[in-house]
Nanobody
Framework: QVQLVESGGGLVQPGGSLRLSCTAS???????????LNWFRQAPGKGRELVSG????????NYADSVKGRFTISRDNTKNTVFLQMNSLKPEDTAVYYC?????????WGQGTQVTVSS
């Protein structure tokens, strides 16, 4: 079965850093059916927002304007893991962060990990 598990969330002060990890099981990042890996986030009472994405076939990346220059997405195919390095964190970055894999046949979501940026 296909499964995504996020980790690395927690409480951090404004200006601090965190690195989120998403490890996949049930498939490999090299499968031809995988189109893209994404990080989304959702704050309480807010809609789910695309934060960043990385292509599966290549290494192209994209970022939301709100995180551009502060966040970096990367992947380790040997470990089936996608990362989100978050620097210069702001209170408005507080949210549950979700890993998402987009296949030709549909999408799969992780359970989410809480990130809280507060003094």
């Amino acid at each position: 079965q296909v499964q995504l598990v996020e980790s690395g969330g927690g409480l951090v002060q404004p200006g601090g850093s965190l690195r989120l990890s998403c490890t996949a099981s049930g498939f490999t990042f090299t499968t031809h059916s995988l189109n893209r890996l994404n990080w989304f986030r959702q704050a309480p009472g807010k809609g789910r927002e695309l934060v960043s994405g990385i292509s599966s076939a290549g290494a192209s990346t994209n970022y939301a304007d709100s995180v551009k220059g502060r966040f970096t997405i990367s992947r380790d195919n040997t470990k089936n893991t996608v990362f989100l390095q978050m620097n210069s964190l702001k209170p408005e970055d507080t949210a549950v962060y979700y890993c998402n894999a987009v296949f030709r046949w549909g999408g799969v979501w992780g359970q989410g990990t809480q990130v809280t940026v507060s003094s």
